[in-house]
Every structure is written in structure tokens, then in C-alpha cells.
């Protein structure tokens, strides 16, 4: 799986914070009362759990800040599958400041191959229908770029990352504008021609309004199965059709076998349990 790595200037941002909110003023009191400066220590990342890695790039930020001339050797990719006891990391350095950089790395780490491991459970769960799992807008504040990172390391899809990507008409511009028609119009009248123009219904009756105005994305909320069908029928390879609400690992292959295009799912990034991730001495 290849996953797209992060600007440097997101990674280094991001850490610097993290670091800074854990060390406050003092900085890592522990560390410094109980080892001498000069000690140093070899460390190794392992998964504690199967599935997939992500957040190797703020890991080794969070390291490389607390120790700038730490030895570490990636034994793994982000994307890549893990099992219980893999090393991931391993890393030879002052321990004082290895210790300090300890959970800021499995804080991203943790989190992102939560979201990676989750992704992967859904892409899985749809093998064979040609659908796309993606992500929605429902992330952690401020840490929206290292999930979506993670749903990709995951298999997943890329959808819009924020609201000047791509235009989606939502069910509230659909109501202040007067309808679907009315709402895509005026979009695509204000639009330049490299933007793209989606707009959500949640009613059969609107899909046909929707095309003829111009949409090239409908995203069908919280449809039923058969109107799922139904609208397949009626829009495939006019539009494209993207299914969403009421997902989840019970729900996904059946809608996905409807023959929508994209399925996306909040939970990826809302939902996503922790990975278990340790560092040990050996």
C-alpha cells in the first residue's frame, strides 16, 4: 500500500505542539531526576495487536525533537500489515530524551494505525465490489490530516479534506436555496469550470432534479436499499453515486452490492478504535 506522505511542515508543526503540551515548562521531570544525561538506551516498537501500520512520520519527528541525534531504523511502512510482536521501530539514543518522545510517537502512532486498522476492516468487508470506502469531515479537530493519512494506509478512499476542495450541497443549502435544482444551479453559475459540483438528497424524487441541473456527484443519504437500487438504475454512469448514513460493519456489503460507486463512512475517523502499540527495551 503506498500512502502519501505528509508535508514536512504539518508533521514538525503537529509535534512541536504535542510536545509541548506534555513537557509544559519544565519539561520531562521524571527523566531528568532519575537517569544521567549521558546514558544511553535501545528501544524497540512492537505492535501488541494484528493490523495496519500508520504515523511513522510524526513517530520519528517526535524522536528526532527530543533527541536530534538518535539512531532509528523503521522496520516497517506505513500501509503495511503488522502482527502481534512485530517490531516497528527501533530506536538507540539518550535515554532521557527517548523517554520524553515515548508517548507523543505511540499517541500518533496509536491513533493512526486505529483509523488504518479500522479502514482496512471495511475495505475488506466490500472486496469484490468494486466500491470505494471513504472517509467524511467527521474528524478530531486539528488532526485532520494525520487520519486521513491513516484511512488511506487503510485502503481507503480520499474524499473531500475540507470546504474549499470540492462544492457539496447539503441538505441545509438545499433548504435556504429552494430545492436541489435551485441549489445546483446557482452553484454551478458561481463555479469555475475545474470545480466539481455534488449535492446530497435524501429522496428518490430529488436524483432526477439533481442530474438535470448539472450535478456530477449525488450522494444519496440514508437511502434505503431499494431506493438504493433504484437510484443505481435510474443514474449509473450519469452520476457519480455515493451512499451514506447508517453504515457500518453489519450494513456496508449490503449496500455496496446495490452498485453504488462510494460508500462513506464518519466511523472511519469518529469511531476508530486505539492501537495497542509498546516500547520495550527488547
Not at 71 to 89: T, Y
Not at 141 to 164: N, T, W
Not at 189 to 209: C, F, K, P, W, Y
Not at 228 to 234: I, K, N, S
Request: glycine residues 10%.
Amino acid at each position: 500500500m503506498s500512502v502519501m506522505p505528509l508535508p514536512r511542515h504539518v508533521v514538525t508543526e503537529a509535534v512541536t505542539r504535542a510536545i509541548a503540551e506534555d513537557q509544559g515548562g519544565r519539561g520531562d521531570i521524571t527523566s531528568l531526576a532519575c537517569i544521567p544525561a549521558k546514558v544511553e538506551a535501545k528501544f524497540y516498537f512492537k505492535a501488541r495487536e494484528a493490523g495496519v501500520i500508520c504515523g511513522l512520520q510524526p513517530a520519528l519527528e517526535a524522536i528526532w525533537q527530543c533527541d536530534p541525534e538518535a539512531l532509528i531504523s523503521p522496520q516497517v511502512s506505513d500501509g503495511e500489515r503488522v502482527e502481534p510482536g512485530d517490531v516497528l521501530i527501533s530506536v538507540t539514543g539518550q535515554a532521557r530524551g527517548l523517554l520524553s518522545a515515548e508517548r507523543i510517537a505511540l499517541n500518533f502512532m496509536g491513533r493512526m494505525s486505529g483509523v488504518a486498522s479500522f479502514t482496512r476492516t471495511y475495505v475488506d468487508a466490500v472486496a469484490g465490489t468494486g466500491v470505494r470506502i471513504a472517509h467524511t469531515r467527521k474528524t478530531t479537530p486539528g488532526f485532520r490530516a494525520f487520519e486521513l493519512q491513516a484511512v488511506q494506509a487503510g485502503g481507503g478512499a480520499l474524499h473531500r479534506f475540507g470546504l474549499d476542495d470540492a462544492i457539496l450541497i447539503k441538505d441545509n443549502h438545499v433548504a435556504v436555496c429552494g430545492g436541489v435544482a435551485e441549489a445546483v444551479q446557482a452553484a454551478r453559475q458561481s463555479a469555475g469550470h475545474m470545480t466539481r459540483i455534488a449535492v446530497e438528497v435524501d429522496r428518490l424524487d430529488q436524483l432526477g432534479a439533481a442530474i438535470e441541473a448539472g450535478a456530477e456527484s449525488v450522494l444519496l443519504d440514508n437511502f434505503s436499499l431499494d431506493d438504493l437500487r433504484a437510484a443505481v438504475d435510474q443514474a449509473k454512469d450519469k452520476v457519480i453515486l455515493e451512499a451514506s448514513g447508517g453504515v457500518n460493519l453489519d450494513t456496508v456489503r449490503g449496500i455496496a452490492e446495490t452498485g453504488v460507486d462510494v460508500i462513506s463512512v464518519g466511523a472511519l475517523t469518529h469511531s476508530a478504535p486505539n492501537f495497542d502499540i509498546g516500547l520495550d527495551e527488547r
